[in-house]
């Protein structure tokens, strides 16, 4: 019953490194979204995508890259990190038909600091 | 076009005593809105929904939240504050269709004092 699971839980990074956020989902989900949180800011979306194969901007996109080779993962590249980019990253997943289609199912988060 | 409001950041009641938290939207047609409650190093677990239907929607640990078209309004309710309650609350909205894009509020930090 494992649900959207995201690796690592926490990370710290220093200016200029890269990385791999992985979200991994057994639900089947066809939809799979990228979100970070900020103090005092809500929730807003990084990237999506609609299926395995596709990927598309969000709202705050710049400074990140996602790939879906496989259904069930989505994943989240830091190519040169920010100390902006320090956040709490969460992964999302939904299905696309039945009485559960419009909920989001959300991971327990990734912590980074970049330093 | 969308957006959430969410009045007070921060919000402290008694044990016991009525919890509400407040959500406005903006949306150009109906909405499906959200509530969603964020515990202490956790994920967003969904409270409540309403996309279609009864305004008065029930959700899990006793929360519910009413609908009010008039007032672009989706506030949340509890009529008993449990500790076990204090979390942070997001209230959210998307349109249907598409990848359906949701916007969340700024949230809403719930105290619940002995």
């Known amino acids: 019953n494992a649900g959207v699971t995201q690796t690592p839980k926490f990370r710290v990074l220093k200016t200029g490194q890269s990385m791999t956020l992985l979200c991994a989902q057994d639900?089947?989900?066809?939809?799979m979204y990228w979100y970070r949180q900020d103090p005092g800011m809500g929730l807003r979306l990084i990237h999506y995508?609609?299926?395995?194969?596709?990927?598309a901007k969000g709202e705050v996109p710049d400074g990140y890259n996602v790939s879906r080779l496989k259904k069930q993962n989505f994943l989240l590249g830091l190519e040169s990190a920010a100390p902006s980019q320090t956040s709490v990253y969460f992964c999302?997943?939904?299905?696309?038909?039945?009485?559960?289609?419009?909920?989001?199912?959300f991971g327990a988060g990734t912590r980074l600091s970049v330093l | 076009a969308q957006s959430v409001t969410q009045l007070g950041s921060h919000v402290s009641v008694s044990e016991g005593a009525l919890v509400l938290l407040r959500c406005n939207y903006s949306?150009?047609?109906?909405?499906?809105l959200f509530w969603y409650v964020q515990y202490p190093n956790q994920g967003l677990q969904l409270l409540l929904k309403?996309?279609?239907?009864?305004?008065l929607v029930k959700g899990i640990n006793g929360f519910e939240a009413e609908f009010k078209k008039s007032e672009t309004s989706f506030h949340l309710t509890k009529p008993s504050a449990h500790m076990s309650d204090a979390a942070e609350y997001f209230c959210?909205?998307?349109?249907?269709?598409?990848?359906?894009?949701?916007?969340f509020g700024t949230g809403t930090k719930l105290q619940v004092i002995p």
């Open positions: 995508s609609v299926g395995e194969g596709t990927t």
């Open positions: 639900m089947n989900h066809e939809y």
């Open positions: 309403y996309t279609t239907g009864a305004t």
């Open positions: 959210a909205v998307s349109l249907s269709g598409g990848y359906q894009k949701v916007t």
């Open positions: 999302a997943s939904r299905q696309t038909s039945g009485v559960a289609k419009n909920i989001q199912y």
């Open positions: 949306s150009s047609v109906p909405p499906y």
